[in-house]
């Protein structure tokens, strides 16, 4: 492994700030268990395309015009792909 004592080491915040929103997150059991529970949802959805179809159609008859909410998928690495699946449900 080559190293260079003389670079300069700049920490991304943003990173980090997500890593330690994670972290505490990821603490919680019931937060642990509702992302969980979110995940298994979109696996069940989206496995099959009858069952995206009816959850599309549910979802465009409930938003009145507006366009329907697609389910996204759980990261476990990004906190805001979390927030976007509970929107989305």
């Given at each position: 492994?080559?190293?260079?004592?003389?670079?300069?080491?700049i920490?991304?915040?943003?990173?980090?700030?997500?890593?330690v929103?994670?972290?505490?997150?990821?603490?919680?059991?019931?937060a642990?268990?509702?992302?969980?529970?979110?995940?298994?949802?979109?696996?069940?959805?989206?496995?099959?395309?009858?069952?995206?179809?009816?959850?599309?159609?549910?979802?465009?008859?409930?938003?009145a015009?507006?366009?329907?909410?697609r389910?996204?998928r759980v990261?476990?690495?990004?906190?805001?792909?979390?927030?976007?699946?509970l929107?989305?449900?």
């Amino acid at each position: 492994m080559l190293k260079c004592p003389s670079a300069t080491y700049i920490w991304c915040t943003a990173h980090r700030l997500n890593l330690v929103v994670v972290k505490a997150v990821s603490s919680s059991l019931d937060a642990v268990d509702l992302f969980g529970n979110m995940e298994t949802l979109y696996n069940f959805i989206c496995g099959s395309k009858k069952r995206v179809a009816y959850y599309e159609k549910v979802q465009n008859e409930y938003s009145a015009g507006q366009r329907g909410r697609r389910l996204k998928r759980v990261s476990t690495t990004r906190w805001t792909s979390q927030d976007h699946a509970l929107q989305a449900i």
